[in-house]
């Protein structure tokens, strides 16, 4: 019996420590791991405990991709359910525990997720957003952290991850020690705007509040949490009408396009958000021509003619 707690912990452990994935993917695989067992409880029709990684096959797994598509789960939460079996069963693997339905389980093919292009925020309403933190921050050197976080999330295209893990001994000579996904670490340039706001953020912090190593901190001195921000951006975009798209993790996106848009060299910019390789950087050239295709189309006077070249407004 190998689909027990005792194996799903030393393989999410496995992840983490030897694999070096991100928290966020460790949960998630974690998640889909849980959910795949409960729907294999019901379609057996046996207790969560008694199910046996061992006995499963293919069809468990199409299975269960037919009753997520059922439920409304997109193809990428799809292909990533299949993602965490795939590593679940080599880990098992890796321990000694192979059957040949396992084998066709591996060779499966995950859903085609169709590659959406992100969408970058303008700069005005990046500002906009910037403005209006102070009216749903009472202190205000929590209104000065949410801006430095915000600003410089914008300025080198940080994950929001890497922006909470900075620790105040990373600032060293007008740069950042990012700590990225995989383990590695990277360093990004301090704009000096944005050195000044830290360095506001910083003086202001409330003489009661014991620090802990890290730079942006909540009310008790810890590490402030993703959720207060994005809650944050959130209630930002309801009261100034804004697309959804608009979340924190959107200026990351943002400072790419617009770095792309202004000429900046793809390879620089690979190097600034950390990406391993060049074409998940790519797709922000794409957004950019993407851009620029709209606005050809709109501004240039050949625009104002019909196909058979007469004005369209007469």
């Known amino acids: ?31 889909d791991l849980k959910l795949f067992r409960e729907f294999l409880s019901g379609y057996r029709g046996c207790k969560n405990e008694d199910v046996d990684i061992i006995a499963i096959d293919k069809c468990d797994v199409r299975a269960w ?66 403005d209006s933190i102070r009216a749903f921050r009472k202190m205000s050197w929590e209104v000065k952290r949410d801006r430095a976080i915000l600003v410089l999330i914008y300025s080198v295209g940080l994950r929001i991850s890497e922006v909470l893990g900075i620790e105040v001994d990373d600032i060293c000579d007008g740069s950042i020690r990012v700590y990225c996904k995989g383990g590695k670490n990277r360093y990004v340039p301090l704009l000096d705007c944005v050195s000044n706001l830290i360095r506001e953020y910083l003086d202001e912090i409330p003489n009661h509040i014991v620090r802990s190593k890290y730079l942006f901190l909540n009310s008790r001195g810890g590490r402030i949490s993703r959720g207060s921000l994005e809650l944050l951006v959130s209630k930002i975009r309801k009261l100034m009408s804004m697309d959804k798209s608009v979340t924190p993790h959107a200026l990351r996106h943002s400072c790419a396009t617009h770095l792309i848009e202004q000429g900046a060299d793809l ?36 625009s104002l003619l019909g196909h058979d070249g007469d004005t369209q407004n007469e």
Not at 3 to 25: G, P, Q
Not at 267 to 293: F, K
């Open 267 to 302: 390879r620089h910019v690979q190097e600034l958000l950390g990406h391993s390789s060049i074409s998940s950087t790519q797709i922000y050239s794409d957004v950019a021509n993407s851009y620029m295709c709209q606005v050809y189309g709109k501004c240039h006077p050949l």
């Open 65 to 130: 991709f037919l009753s997520r598509m059922k439920c409304g789960h997109n193809a990428k939460s799809i292909s990533r359910g299949l993602s965490a079996i795939k590593s679940y069963l080599s880990y098992l693997q890796m321990c000694g525990a192979q059957t040949d339905s396992h084998t066709e389980i591996m060779l499966m093919k995950s859903t085609r997720v169709k590659k959406s292009l992100p969408r970058p925020v303008k700069p005005d309403d990046i500002y906009r957003i910037i």
């Open 1 to 31: 019996m190998f689909f027990v707690s005792d194996m799903i912990d030393m393989w999410l452990k496995h992840l983490s420590y030897c694999k070096n994935l991100s928290r966020n993917t460790v949960d998630s695989y974690e998640q």
